[in-house]
């Protein structure tokens, strides 16, 4: 089953700001994850591994490259075993690139939001509005949450990022 994020990305100047707003709201904060995002080279949509002490899963999605809340179709299996996926993958259809964070989790009910630290990019908030846990939930009243914590956190649409971390270290590896 495919679930929906409404999600958006933006650069982060102050995540003690961000920290502060997200403990102050009640937020549940669910730990520090090292992650390691591997990116495989598929036809469709976008295909990663994440490994992590926190989250370690298979995920499959397709959004569009645009700086607003925009929606992505997901889908994850939870992984046992990373490092056999990890050399499954890479052997039948390679990698791409991999993504170093040190991500920051928080939840408010199903929005869920990162405070990343990307390996040579810097520091960035994240806001996923998601039905994964409450398919009850439409599209546009996950639209509307993004949108009003976006609001909270004094996020501007200029300030968003259009592209994936995983686009942006390929542009600088371009350069």
Known sequence: MAFINIEIKAKCFHPEKVEAFLIGAGADFKGIDFQKDTYFKVENG??????????NNLI????????GPKPSY???????????????????????IVVDKKRKIF?????KFHI???VGLGF??????????HPEKTEQELQAQCTAYMDALNIHEEELLQYSYSDMLMEMDLQ
Not at 60 to 67: D, F, K, L, P, V
Not at 107 to 111: A, L, T
Not at 124 to 133: G, P, T, W
């Open 60 to 67: 499959y999605y397709e959004r569009s490259n645009q700086s």
């Open 74 to 96: 997901f889908q994850l299996v939870q992984v046992k075993d990373s490092n056999m996926l990890l050399d499954m993958l890479t052997r039948a259809i390679g990698k791409k």
């Open 107 to 111: 939840f408010i009910e199903n929005v």
């Open 46 to 55: 976008r295909l990663k591994l994440r490994q992590g002490n926190i989250e």
């Open 124 to 133: 960035f908030v994240e806001i996923e509005a998601s039905n994964l846990l």
């Open 116 to 118: 990343d630290e990307v």
